[in-house]
């Protein structure tokens, strides 16, 4: 099988100190630590990515397609909301994708209802906190 590629887009690092009323108190390092223990109970192989700069992120979307990577999960952050560079990267590497948020983006700022990826992803998990990236691996296997 195919392994997943967990990718998170800018401020993500900050995650645990970052707005916690909004995307809780949990660091990026748990929620990677968790998937990781996860897909191993599933029996995938995963790899976990985070880069706060939009072409380093298109370069390991593009390094998607060489390296065995089956399925996508992505949660994009601010760049769900602006880059159709990523978008272009997604569908140039032809691999489905899950779109994940933290926070439910519907119920916040109208510039946040818009997302350059849910029309080009299978699903779209948002507003369930980390579990939803868990959610989301679960629906891969
Ligand atoms: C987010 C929602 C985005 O609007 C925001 O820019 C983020 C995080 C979320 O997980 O809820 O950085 O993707």
Do not use: K, W
Request: aromatic share 4%; proline share 4%; charged share 20%.
């Amino acid at each position: 099988m195919g392994s997943v590629l967990v990718l998170n887009g800018p401020n993500l690092n900050l995650l645990g100190r970052r707005e916690p009323a909004t995307y809780g108190s949990i660091t990026l390092a748990d929620i990677e630590t968790r998937l990781r223990a996860e897909a191993r109970e599933l029996g995938l192989s995963i790899d976990c990515f985070q880069s706060n700069h939009e072409g380093v992120l298109v370069d390991r979307v593009q390094g998607a397609a060489d390296d065995g990577t089956a399925l996508l999960i992505m949660n994009p952050a601010a760049f769900t909301h602006t880059s159709v560079a990523l978008r272009d990267a997604v569908l140039g590497v032809s691999i489905p994708l899950i779109e994940v948020h933290l926070s439910n983006v519907h119920r916040r700022e109208p510039f946040r209802a818009h997302s350059y990826f849910s029309d080009i992803a299978l699903g779209t998990i948002v507003g369930l906190g980390a579990i939803g990236y868990s959610l989301a691996l679960r629906a891969a296997a």
